[in-house]
C-alpha cells in the first residue's frame, strides 16, 4: 500500500458513501457501497484470510480509492447503481448480471396506479426507474419509503382488506386520486435525488397547515418529515442531488474535449430501428448529469424505408420544433448512433429548424466518436492541437471534413488476441472514462429503439391478419389486440370472451374467420 492510500485511509469519513477503487492508470475497477466509509473501504486492506480469489485479485490491483458522500444508505443504494451502469468495472462483474436487474414500475397513466419491481420494462407507458443490481436491497428502501409516500402495490378491489389504509402503507381513497399522484410524485422526486427539496415543500406545508389550524394535517406532514430523517439512521442499502459533477471524469473530459462552457448537463442519443426498412422508429434517450432519465425518453415513428440518414434528419428535426424545445427543454449535447453520413444528417436537421447545438456521432465499428469540421457548433480547436499530438487515452485524425477520435490505444488495432472490443476495453490497456459513458448511452439508445420497434412490428402484424376478417373495422382491431395481444390467442379465445369483448355479432364474424382458418 502506497503513503497516499494510507493517509486516505485514514481521512474515510463516518458516512454513507459510494466508493471507487482505481489501478495504477487511474481506471475505475469496483464501485461499492458503504452504511460506513471508514468501515467498509478500510475492510479490503485488513485480514486476507477471509477473502475469497475475486477480492483478493481485487486488493491487488488497488492503487487510489477516491469516494462520494451522500445523506443516507438509500442514496448509497440509487448512486452505485448509477456508477456500476457508467464505468463498468472489472470487478462488478456479478453487478453486470442482466438477470440480477431490477426496475421500480410506477404506471402514472392509471387513475390509482401502483409500485411494483420487474425486471423486464416494456413501451407500455408507465415510469421505470433503474436498473437496480441489488434486488434485495431495493425492495427494502421501497418499504421504508412506502410509511412516507404510501402508494399500492396492486389493484384495489372493493373486497380487499383495509388493514394497510389503517397502518398508513395505502393512500386514502376519500383524498382523492389527485393527491395520490401528487403523494407518487415525491416519491419519484426522492428516487431521483430530491430529498432536500422534498423535505423544504413538506416543512413549508407543515406551517401553513398550522397557521390555518388544520392540525391533523400539519401533524401529518411533520410525521413524514420525521420518517424522512429516520431513514439517514437505518441499516439498509437518489441521486443527482449528491453526485459533485465536476469528479465526474467522463463529464468533465468531455467537457475538454468538445471545448463546452460547461460540464454537458443533457445528452441526448438518438437511434433508428427497423427490419429491411419496415416498421421505422427511432428512439431518444436522455441522460442528465450522466444519469439515465427515462421519464425523459421519447419514440418516434418515422418512414418506412431503408434509409438512416434521413430518417435521423426526419427525427432531429421534429424533436428541434419550436413546443418541443419549450416543453422537453434544450440538450447541451446531441448524440448520433452512427457514422459520418448520419452526422452530416443531424446537422442538416438543425439547418432546417433553425436551431444549433453540438452534435457528435459515435461509431459501433471501433467505438469512435466522429466531430463535423462545421455545422456540429463544437470549437475543433483543441481537436486540431491533439490531432498533431498523442495522448495515451484517445486520439485524434482527420477524415475529409471530419475528426474522428478514437478511444482505443493503437494496440488494439494490431492485436491479434483481442476478439472483441468489449474484452479489449475490459483488459489493461488504458481506456478514457469517455468511451464508458458513450457506450452506455448509445446501448441504452439502442435497446429502447429495437423495444419499441418490436411493439410496432407486432401490433402491425396483427392489424395486417384482421384485416382479412369482413366487417371488423379499425376500433374493433384495436380492442382486440389490447384485449388479447396476439392472434394465437383471439384464435384460443372462446366464444363467451370474444362476446365480453366486441359484442356477439362481431364476435361470430371472429368464429368464422377461426375456423376458416382451421380448415384452410
Known amino acids: 500500500m502506497n503513503d497516499t492510500l494510507k493517509q486516505k485511509l485514514k481521512d474515510l469519513p463516518h458516512r454513507p458513501g459510494v466508493y471507487f477503487h482505481k489501478d495504477i492508470r487511474g481506471d475505475i475497477i469496483y464501485v461499492g457501497k458503504a452504511a460506513v466509509l471508514r468501515n467498509r473501504v478500510r475492510q479490503y486492506f485488513q485480514s486476507s484470510k477471509t477473502m475469497d480469489v475475486k477480492t483478493l485479485a481485487l486488493v491487488a ?19 452505485e447503481s ?12 456479478l453487478l ?9 414500475r ?26 437496480f443490481y441489488n434486488g434485495y436491497a431495493l425492495k427494502k428502501a421501497l418499504r421504508y419509503l412506502r410509511r412516507i409516500f404510501p402508494y399500492y402495490t396492486k389493484q384495489q378491489k372493493s373486497t380487499d382488506s383495509k388493514l394497510n389504509m389503517q397502518i398508513g402503507l395505502h393512500p386514502d381513497k376519500t383524498d382523492g386520486s389527485a393527491n395520490y399522484k401528487a403523494t407518487l410524485r415525491q416519491l419519484i422526486s426522492y428516487i431521483k435525488g430530491n430529498r432536500v427539496l ?11 397547515a398550522a397557521d390555518l389550524h388544520q392540525y391533523e394535517k400539519a401533524a401529518h406532514l411533520r410525521n413524514q418529515l420525521n420518517a424522512m430523517k429516520e431513514l439517514q439512521r437505518r ?11 465536476e469528479k465526474d471524469k467522463a463529464l468533465s473530459q468531455l467537457k475538454d474535449l468538445l471545448q463546452m462552457d460547461h460540464e454537458p448537463r443533457r445528452l441526448e442519443c438518438f437511434d433508428i430501428s427497423h427490419h429491411a426498412g419496415s416498421s421505422a422508429v427511432a428512439s431518444m434517450v436522455v441522460f442528465t448529469n450522466g444519469v439515465t432519465d427515462r421519464s425523459s425518453y421519447r419514440k418516434f415513428k418515422v418512414d418506412d424505408k431503408n434509409d438512416d440518414p434521413s430518417n435521423i434528419r426526419q427525427t432531429i428535426r421534429r424533436r428541434l420544433n419550436v413546443n418541443n424545445l419549450q416543453q422537453w427543454g434544450k440538450p447541451d449535447l446531441i448524440i448520433v448512433d452512427g457514422g459520418k ?46 490531432a498533431d499530438a498523442k495522448d ?25 488476441h483481442a476478439k472483441n472490443l468489449r474484452s479489449f476495453i475490459d483488459s489493461n490497456d488504458a481506456v478514457s472514462p469517455i468511451v464508458y459513458l458513450m457506450q452506455r448511452i448509445r446501448d441504452e439508445s439502442h435497446r429502447f429503439a429495437i423495444s419499441y420497434h418490436s411493439a410496432v412490428s407486432v401490433k402491425k402484424s396483427l392489424k395486417s391478419q384482421l384485416d382479412d376478417i369482413d366487417g371488423i373495422g379499425p376500433k374493433t382491431k384495436q380492442k382486440l389486440i389490447k384485449h388479447f395481444g396476439s392472434i394465437s390467442k383471439i384464435i384460443e379465445a372462446p366464444i363467451v370472451e370474444l362476446q365480453e369483448c366486441i359484442g356477439n355479432d362481431k364476435a361470430q364474424k371472429i368464429i368464422a374467420w377461426k375456423s376458416g382458418i382451421k380448415h384452410g
Open 341 to 386: 453520413s448520419q452526422l452530416s444528417s443531424a446537422i442538416a436537421a438543425m439547418k432546417d429548424s433553425g436551431q444549433q447545438y453540438p452534435v457528435v456521432g459515435f461509431a459501433k465499428q471501433n467505438e469512435e466518436m466522429i466531430v463535423s469540421l462545421e455545422g456540429s457548433n463544437i470549437d475543433t480547436s483543441y481537436l486540431q492541437k491533439m
Open 106 to 131: 410506477i404506471d402514472m397513466k392509471s387513475e390509482w396506479p401502483t409500485v411494483s419491481f420487474t425486471r423486464n420494462p416494456m413501451d407500455d407507458k408507465a415510469e421505470y426507474f433503474g436498473p
Open 82 to 93: 448509477e456508477m456500476v451502469k457508467r464505468y463498468m468495472p472489472r470487478y462488478n462483474v
Open 235 to 245: 441499516v439498509m442499502f437518489g441521486d443527482r442531488e449528491f453526485i459533485n459533477i
Open 61 to 79: 490491483e488497488i492503487v487510489d480509492t477516491d469516494w462520494v458522500e451522500v445523506e443516507s444508505e438509500i442514496d448509497a443504494l440509487f448512486l
Open 96 to 104: 453486470r448480471d442482466d438477470k440480477s436487474q431490477m426496475y421500480v
Open 198 to 208: 422534498i423535505a423544504k415543500e413538506l416543512e413549508k406545508a407543515m406551517k401553513k
Open 392 to 416: 495515451q487515452s484517445f486520439s485524434v485524425r482527420h477524415s475529409g471534413d471530419f475528426y474522428i477520435i478514437s478511444f482505443l490505444s493503437n494496440h488494439y488495432k494490431t492485436s491479434s
